[in-house]
């Protein structure tokens, strides 16, 4: 069925391994339309399953599939591509057992199918070149414009190339000062 085999795909194109049918699992078989795995860093055992899959079939065959991975001590999350209309109740059963992805369609196209997988999918970044960004020092002193920055700040703004502790050092002596305090700090043990 093409739309199982674009799901595969899309899949396939994001790292994924297509996995021989039918899937075995603790010397069981289970039947499905296509089954796919997981590498680095999604490790989900994906299942793929139209709407020509009889509902009770499906549940029946997901738990016994849950038990052998249970049996099998493994690790892997399942996830359920489910191309057609479910009704409720026959989702709440599945989800017992595996995330369950809907496509609404029988006949989704590539972006139907990236978007119902997308939480298995890798992000998508910005390239680096495209993210701009300026030096913070730089818009704090903008900021505060030549008619405002006083020797304070700009005392308080040289600190941050020292970091934070140096910023809380300049920021006390700045509070001390403007208190009146000495700015020795004496031990009380004398």
Known sequence: MKSVQDVLSVLEASGFERLPKPLTVAGTEFDFDATARGRHPSHDLVLVATDQFPRLRLQRLIAGL??????AASRRPMSLVLMGEIAASDRIE?????RVLPIGSVTPDVAEIEEAVAVLLPLKLPAAELVHGSDPVNEVMAALGPVNATTAH?????AAFDGPDAVREALRRYVNEGAGWADDVEDDDE
């Open 66 to 71: 849950a038990r052998s991975l249970d049996l």
């Open 154 to 158: 700009i005392a308080l703004v040289k």
């Open 94 to 98: 599945l989800e017992r057992y595996a």
